[in-house]
């Protein structure tokens, strides 16, 4: 093969791998800047996303003070919830990446970086959530970089 061909193949290869894993990244809007919480559910009237909406909107100075931006996934849908911006990406992608079927309820914290903090199969306490929060590296450097209270 000609080796400007073959650089022309390699290139247009390459371009595509990008634009995949670019594609596949649901929530590359909010990286860095937000913890996406991932609610997923089987419907929206399942008792169990009523229960963990309503210990979210209790404790909504916390989400806020956690940058935490949570989304309500049902099968065909996500809602964003407390002003956190949409996602980039519809339910079923969403369900695909964090392998979720339809029919399961599970929430899922997901890290300013990107990757999966935490996972459970029922409504979380939003104590728990914000220990596990805490607890991250990045978290404490926002703590201990917070401007003293005056």
């Known amino acids: 093969m000609n080796p400007s061909r073959r650089l022309v193949l390699t290139g247009a290869a390459g371009a595509m791998a990008l634009a995949s894993g670019a594609a596949a990244d649901e929530l590359a809007?909010?990286?860095w800047q937000y913890r996406p919480l991932l609610v997923f559910t089987p419907s929206g009237t399942d008792a169990r996303l009523s229960r963990q909406?309503?210990?979210l909107a209790d404790a909504a100075e916390g989400l806020a003070e956690r940058?935490?931006?949570v989304y309500i996934v049902e099968p065909d849908r996500v809602f964003t919830t407390f002003g956190a911006p949409a996602?980039?990406?519809g339910a079923a992608s969403l369900r695909r990446r964090f392998r979720i079927p339809d029919d399961a309820?599970?929430?899922?914290?997901?890290?300013l970086d990107g990757g999966r903090k935490f996972?459970?199969?029922a409504p979380v306490e939003t104590e728990r959530l914000f220990?596990?929060?805490?607890g991250m590296p990045m978290r404490q450097?926002?703590?201990r970089e917070r401007p003293a209270p005056r």
């Open 53 to 55: 909406t309503t210990w």
């Open 131 to 134: 220990q596990v929060i805490d």
């Open 141 to 143: 450097r926002e703590l």
């Open 87 to 89: 996602p980039d990406a």
């Open 119 to 121: 996972e459970l199969d």
């Open 29 to 31: 809007s909010v990286r």
């Open 105 to 111: 309820f599970r929430v899922v914290l997901v890290g």
């Open 67 to 69: 940058k935490l931006a």
